[in-house]
C-alpha cells in the first residue's frame, strides 16, 4: 500500500528537524528507461535541457504520467514509486537532489522554527500531495546549483551554507508553489470551459476522457481532477447530463423514434440508453414521451 501523507512525511511531527542531502547529481541521460523504485528520501528532478517523461504510481492500481522541459522541475514524495522515461532522440540534463530529515544539529534554525515564521512554508511542508511539477524562473535552479557546489567541497563543505541554502530552496520553492496556485485557478477555469464546450459541441460522438483531456493538451488525469473539483462532476457524468437533456428535447419536440435516439446523442447501445434514462429521469423513454405529450396538451386553450 502507498504512503499518502504530507509531501514531507513526518516532517511537522518532529520537534527539530533538518534537510540532510541523501544524494545529489548532474546528469544528462538519452534513451533510458528507468524501472519503477522508490526511496525514503523526497527527491527533487530538475530538468535543465531537454525533455523527459515522469511516471508515478499515486495509488496501487493508478499511474500518471507527467512531462518535464527545460526549466520546469518535480518534487517527489519519500516512498512513492516513480521512473524516468527519456527517449533516444532527445536527450535531457537533468540536476537531482534527493533529501530527507534527520534531528537538528549545530545552530541553524529547524525547518519547524523556519515554517513557524513563513505562512507559505509551513502550507508546502503540509501539502497532502504525492508530488508538485512547478517551472521554474531560475531561482530555484541556481539555488539547487549552488547547494550541489557546496557539497561538492566534501572536507572544506561548510554543512551551515548548506542548511542556509536548502532552507533558501525550500522557501523559494514554497512562493513559486503559491504563485502557481494563484494562477492557477484561473487557468484550470478555462480548462474546464473549454472542456464543456467540448462535451456540448461532441456530445453525438463517442467520446473518452482521453479524447477531452487531448482537446484541452492536458494529462486526463490531471483533468478529471480539476473538473470535478470546480462542477462536483466527473467529466462522463456531465457528459451524461448533457445527452439525457438532448434526449428529452428530441422526445418532446420530435418525431425523431426512440430506436433512434441513441444515435442522435452519441448512446450506441439502445439498451444502455434505457438504463441511462431511466436513471436520470425516472421514467423510460417511451414512458416520458407519453406522460409529457399528455402534460402538454393537458392545459386549457387560452381565449
Known amino acids: 500500500m502507498l504512503e499518502s501523507a504530507s509531501l514531507f512525511p513526518a516532517l511537522m511531527t518532529e520537534t527539530n528537524g533538518h534537510p540532510h542531502v541523501m544524494a545529489y547529481y548532474f546528469k544528462q541521460w538519452q534513451g533510458f528507461d528507468m524501472p519503477f523504485h522508490r526511496h525514503d528520501a523526497t527527491e527533487i528532478m530538475y530538468t535543465i535541457q531537454g525533455y523527459c517523461e515522469v511516471e508515478i504510481q499515486t495509488h496501487p492500481s493508478h499511474i500518471e504520467k507527467v512531462a518535464l522541459k527545460k526549466g520546469e522541475f ?4 519519500a516512498n512513492v514509486p516513480h521512473r524516468l522515461i527519456v527517449g533516444a532522440a532527445n536527450p535531457c540534463r537533468m540536476l537531482n ?3 530527507r530529515f534527520a534531528p537538528n544539529k549545530g545552530v541553524f534554525p529547524s525547518i519547524q ?3 513557524a515564521e513563513d505562512n507559505l512554508l509551513i502550507s508546502l511542508l ?3 500531495a504525492p508530488y508538485l511539477v512547478l517551472r521554474d524562473g531560475d531561482e530555484v535552479y541556481h539555488i539547487m546549483k549552488s547547494l550541489v557546489l557546496e557539497l561538492d567541497k566534501a572536507a572544506a563543505r561548510s554543512q551551515l551554507m548548506v542548511q542556509l541554502l536548502i532552507a533558501q530552496l525550500l522557501i523559494r ?3 513559486l508553489w503559491r504563485e502557481t496556485v494563484n494562477s492557477g485557478e484561473a487557468q484550470s477555469e478555462r480548462y474546464v470551459k473549454i472542456s464543456m464546450e467540448y462535451l456540448h459541441q461532441n456530445y453525438d460522438r463517442d467520446i473518452q476522457v482521453k479524447d477531452i483531456a487531448a482537446a484541452v493538451n492536458l494529462h486526463p488525469g490531471y483533468l478529471q481532477r480539476i473538473f ?3 462542477t462536483g462532476q466527473t467529466l462522463m457524468a456531465y457528459l451524461t447530463v448533457i445527452r439525457m437533456e438532448k434526449a428529452k428535447m428530441l422526445l418532446l419536440e420530435t418525431d425523431v423514434p426512440i430506436s433512434g435516439i441513441c444515435d442522435y446523442i452519441g448512446v450506441g447501445s439502445r439498451q444502455y440508453f434505457h438504463m441511462l434514462f ?5 421514467l423510460t423513454p417511451t414512458d416520458f414521451r407519453k406522460s409529457m405529450h399528455a402534460e402538454k396538451w393537458s392545459y386549457p386553450e387560452r381565449s
Open 74 to 77: 518535480i518534487i517527489i514524495n
Open 97 to 99: 537532489v534527493e533529501f
Open 113 to 115: 522554527q523556519l515554517a
Open 126 to 128: 503540509e501539502s497532502e
Open 173 to 175: 520553492i514554497a512562493r
Open 228 to 230: 470535478k473539483s470546480l
Open 278 to 282: 431511466k436513471d436520470y429521469t425516472g
